[in-house]
């Protein structure tokens, strides 16, 4: 084949392999050509190019020509039986129900398609086809490698399909009425005429020679004749009416529109509708909030989403009213309480337009919670501008945070909520253990926020709320707040519940924080070495208050921070951490006293 460069890689791929392709229409497997011509030769660069320029699925044709047979799995019932028979490491490709599994074709002898091996699963060989990667299923799916070829290599046929196979037909299909119990063959006749119609329809099978063969598989497995004629018409039947009936369904839904929209000329800039909290909250896209356990973050994000429903300002900054969804996750049943204690502190109703609920989503293995969460929120509050999922780590279902598929998924699905929703995604987070390297996890969070929001508070005293990132606006902006604790209502034995709600404040001073990269990895390997070896500090001159930070040694982070810097030998890393210690001491992001150590941040 000719370079393949300016092909798109949907096509450029398959073709790499040696594979014959053909199109299909878009979100769907009807062939838009004459395709069994290509079971013989391969289309020409010009015809691919031409292809490629449509909006349409591929077709790879398997069988000798392009040297693969595909097992097609189409549930998950499906999967887990061929993975019961035996299932090499082969390519496989993720499809809209299933799986497609790939072989290397034997050469030697004809594979032919064969329907409904056991319930699930069908083989496509000499004469078939199969959707190609990167087309997209019916549902939206896109047909992805799960096992690519190049890290796996093509396995041979098992046992356990090759004895399923025979001439034409297929020896499964022939097993499948030899097998059949007395009483139940005209029943096992009437499936299998209907699966293979249904092949004939796609043209993945020759009609009219598949139905003789049909007739001599059934008297080979002891049927009358004159019983078989009438029971393979009936079956072929309704396979044809449930394909027709299949075709007429899709023809009222609308072409799709245009992937791209291009704006060109005279362009505008937007003026007005940018913002939910001007300077803060952008209407659309993703923001995270982040913060240590215990900060405040979630009260500051409560505040922030109930001001938001009732329309009032923050922080002097101006709000637009909209209804607000907030997936408590992490608050549990006394979440209601923190709603109860802001409507007492400032006088005024929960707004109408706030609601929350406590369940888990799985934003990460699958769609559908966040399905689910969209089709409620248009059902139920349109209009809707902001979601808050609290917290990620709830909501993840169990998935590693600092993965990039992991984190990437619950990226991409959270994307999706707001831009189906035309509404702000705003992520509730943590800190990792070194709060001077913000949100933990991967990066992929932090490249796809357009706010991103840091939360400090130090225990009984206020807290910071800091724009630590505004694609659309300006980051940098610092505001303070404070918690207090509000008379939520009496127990159960007549003892007062209160809760606490964050209030306005002046912003606290900013900490000091290491500077460059040495400093940085001297303060990593001390907040490490606190970790596994700090203790409280002792009463003195000298000291805070007795127990209230945790010490360590100097001259024995020295030694552990030696190892971590890079220097030509021992002696002078221990200097270099002496001279950064120094450094930071001068910054007041450590403090020293009688031999220990400690932080100031």
Same mark, same amino acid.
């Given at each position: 084949m000719d370079d393949l460069s300016t092909l798109p890689n949907i096509w450029a791929a398959p073709v790499s392999q040696g594979w014959s392709v053909f199109p299909l229409q878009a979100r769907?497997?009807?062939?838009?050509?004459?395709?069994?011509?290509?079971?013989?030769?391969?289309?020409?660069?010009?015809?691919?190019?031409?292809?490629?320029?449509?909006?349409?699925?591929?077709?790879?044709?398997?069988?000798?020509?392009?040297?693969?047979?595909?097992?097609?799995?189409?549930?998950?019932? $499906?999967?887990?039986? %061929?993975?019961?028979?035996?299932?090499?490491?082969? +390519? *496989?490709?993720?499809? /809209?129900?299933?799986?497609?599994?790939?072989?290397?074709?034997?050469?030697?002898?004809?594979?032919?398609?064969?329907?409904?091996?056991?319930?699930?699963?069908?083989?496509?060989?000499?004469?078939?086809?199969?959707?190609?990667?990167?087309?997209?299923?019916?549902?939206?799916?896109?047909?992805?490698?799960a096992l690519p070829p190049g890290l796996y290599d093509f396995a041979p046929l098992p046992e356990w399909m090759l004895d399923r196979f025979q001439p034409g037909i297929g020896r499964v299909q022939a097993d499948r009425l030899k097998n059949a119990p007395p009483g139940t063959r005209n029943d096992t006749l009437n499936r299998v005429a209907f699966d293979t119609a249904r092949m004939a329809a796609h043209g993945e099978v020759d009609g009219p020679d598949a139905r003789r063969r049909l007739?001599? $598989?059934?008297?080979? %497995?002891?049927?009358?004749?004159?019983?078989?004629? +009438? *029971?393979?018409?009936? /079956?072929?039947?309704?396979?044809?009416?449930?394909?027709?009936?299949?075709?007429?369904?899709?023809?009222?839904?609308?072409?799709?529109?245009?992937?791209?929209?291009?704006?060109?000329?005279?362009?505008?800039?937007?003026?007005?509708?940018?913002w939910i909290i001007k300077g803060l909250l952008p209407k659309e896209g993703m923001g995270v909030v982040y913060g240590r356990p215990g900060c405040g973050k979630s009260l500051v994000v409560l505040d922030i989403s109930l001001r938001t429903a009732a329309g009032m300002a923050w922080r002097g900054l101006k709000t637009k009213t909209c209804p607000v969804s907030y997936i408590a996750s992490e608050g549990g049943g006394v979440f209601a309480n923190r709603v109860v204690s802001w409507c007492a502190e400032y006088g005024a109703p929960c707004p109408p337009g706030f609601r929350f609920s406590t369940a888990m989503l799985n934003l990460r293995s699958d769609e559908t919670d966040a399905l689910a969460l969209i089709q409620d929120v248009r059902t139920h509050q349109p209009g809707c501008g902001l979601v808050v999922v609290d917290t990620l780590s709830r909501n993840i279902a169990g998935g590693n945070e600092n993965a990039a598929e992991d984190m990437g998924a619950f990226v991409n699905l959270c994307d999706r909520i707001s831009k189906e929703l035309g509404c702000l995604v705003l992520i509730v987070h943590h800190t990792g253990k070194d709060e001077a390297r913000g949100a933990r996890g991967h990066s992929l969070l932090l490249g796809a926020v357009s706010t991103e929001i840091e939360i400090t508070r130090k225990q009984g005293e206020p807290g910071a709320i800091k724009v630590t990132k505004q694609r659309d606006g300006a980051d940098g902006a610092e505001y303070g707040f404070t918690l207090k604790a509000t008379t939520v209502g009496l127990d159960e034995d007549g003892d007062i519940v209160t809760c606490a709600v964050a209030i306005d404040a002046d912003a606290p001073k900013g900490r000091p924080r290491p500077q460059g990269k040495v400093q940085h990895i001297v303060y990593d390997a001390f907040s490490q070495f606190v970790l596994d070896h700090g203790a409280p500090n002792?009463?003195?001159?000298?000291?805070?208050?007795?127990?209230?930070?945790?010490?360590?040694?100097?001259?024995?982070?020295?030694?552990?921070?030696?190892?971590?810097?890079?220097?030509?030998?021992?002696?002078?890393?221990?200097?270099?951490?002496?001279?950064?210690?120094?450094?930071?001491?001068?910054?007041?992001?450590?403090?020293?006293?009688?031999?220990?150590?400690?932080?100031?941040?």
């Open positions: 769907g497997k009807r062939p838009l050509c004459e395709w069994k011509k290509f079971q013989v030769e391969r289309a020409s660069l010009e015809q691919l190019r031409e292809w490629a320029a449509r909006e349409s699925n591929i077709g790879i044709v398997t069988g000798r020509i392009s040297k693969i047979v595909v097992l097609d799995l189409d549930s998950d019932a $499906a999967i887990g039986e %061929a993975k019961r028979l035996g299932l090499p490491h082969t +390519p *496989t490709v993720r499809t /809209g129900k299933g799986r497609h599994v790939y072989f290397r074709h034997p050469g030697s002898f004809d594979v032919p398609n064969a329907a409904g091996i056991f319930p699930g699963a069908d083989i496509r060989g000499d004469g078939g086809y199969v959707v190609g990667p990167g087309s997209v299923h019916e549902n939206g799916k896109v047909y992805t490698w007739v001599e $598989a059934a008297m080979d %497995a002891g049927l009358d004749r004159h019983e078989i004629l +009438p *029971t393979l018409k009936s /079956g072929w039947k309704a396979a044809t009416a449930a394909e027709i009936a299949k075709s007429i369904s899709r023809r009222p839904h609308p072409k799709p529109p245009p992937r791209f929209e291009w704006v060109s000329g005279s362009i505008r800039p937007v003026l007005s509708g940018n002792p009463a003195g001159t000298g000291f805070p208050d007795a127990g209230r930070v945790r010490v360590v040694d100097f001259e024995a982070f020295v030694q552990f921070g030696a190892g971590r810097v890079m220097a030509a030998s021992p002696s002078e890393a221990k200097k270099v951490v002496r001279r950064t210690i120094a450094a930071l001491l001068e910054r007041r992001v450590l403090a020293m006293n009688g031999g220990k150590l400690w932080s100031l941040s």
